[in-house]
């Protein structure tokens, strides 16, 4: 199955469909993380809240993921992309629009820990969808769609911010604390739009269906998005069922050790690394932005939702294209290295200006904060996913993005609850400590050259790759979770 897909056609409009929509829920994720950005402070200001309080309001929503993250990859592998895939939109309706009406910071925490909790789920099954709906090699393939998460999520902080920019631009100025009552609850119209247009065209991954056994179900995926007539051939005296339960592999909580093994231990430790300071950085600059604008850089509230809007167009996101189009050629080791070598300049460049003494230092300083987020957009944003979901096969590939998903959250709550804390006590200085993370990722590169853009990943999954994996596994189950069946 994965032959027919990466031998087959381009991807036809139902295919392209599925990734739309795969980037849609990503789209949303980025969007339910960021609409908080902005409103912290009126939060703070409204609820009376300490800095250690802000940050655990902000950092509710990565607690979520977190657990959503673990439960996701694992429910990817074993139910099936489709079923994760339909249920996991339900969680951003509801809580948005408990958000937006939150009456306490408790209950507002409530919300973001749920709407957490969806995005864990989703970004497992999105990567998944991403990587088994294109082909191993050529324009547009794996690589990149998996890397056109990063576009997809800058467009949608810029549209957070570019919303925020028209609330503030109609809002009566005495109702200026609806600002972000309306921004969260607005998470909910997309949603819905997701909700209604997937049932049309989103189907399981042909892959994972074949590789469950149902092979008549992956015929039928593959005649409907791609138009390939496979046939299917068995026994004449095996049914489907039977040939189903003979060849399935299930995915168990013990295929979380098997990304420790031999064979991907290093890939394991790399994607870590990579996702977690990405995470760790990114969290700390674009959630702190407009407080990093009007605190150190002494901005209005206009120049700061304008600038910040401007840096997420011009600089991620145009990064974040930069990283789809190098994939299939320059590859993903590259553009990560160096995307944090420029990001590590930016912040080392930060912290030494301190608080900009005129506008020539307050233009560079910005110009720096848009450098650090296009070596985001073109490197470790782009390709934090790209290590994450093409260093595992199909077997393996929902618990991979899980586990990698759990630590990006588990840094991405470590940074949102320490940014307002050690900005309040170091100003400035609080850009040597973010520097730390793209340092550390930067370092462990250069020790762990894997390069998984243009690799057959699902090739370890059959052929000769998985005949010495599974011979390897008739010693110890727990090294191959396709020989893991009683």
Known sequence: MARLVNSGPAQGTRTRAVIAIA???VFLDAYDLTSLAYGVKDIARQFALTPAQVGLVSAAITFGAILGALFGGYLTDRIGRYRVFMADMLFFVVAAIIAGLAPNAWVLGGARFLMGFGVGLDLPVAMAFLAEFSRVAGRGNKAASVAAW????YAATSTCYLLILGLYAILPAHHTDWLWRLTLAFGAVPAIVIILVRRRYISESPVWAANQGDLDEAARILKRS??????????????????QAAIAPRATWRNYGVLFNATYRRRTILAATIGAASSFGYNAIIFGLPVIIASFLKQGPLTTIVASLLLNLLFAFVG???????????GAWKMTVLGHTLQVIALVGLALIGHPSSGVF???AILLLGAYLFGQGFGPGSHSMTYASLSYPTSLRGIGVGFNQTLVR??????LFLFPVLAAALGTKVFWVIAIAPLTSLLVLLAIRWEPSGYDIDSEDYGD???????????NADECPACMRS
């Open 465 to 475: 790759a998985a005949a010495e994996r599974h011979a390897r596994a008739r010693a």
């Open 410 to 415: 588990s840094s991405s709550t470590v940074s």
């Open 320 to 330: 974040g294209l930069i990283g789809v189009r190098t994939a299939p050629t320059v």
């Open 226 to 243: 791609w138009g390939i007539d496979a046939v299917v051939e068995r026994p004449a005296d095996q049914t489907a069922a039977q040939a």
């Open 23 to 25: 980037l849609g829920g």
């Open 150 to 153: 990063c576009p997809a999520w």
């Open 362 to 364: 307050v233009a560079l």
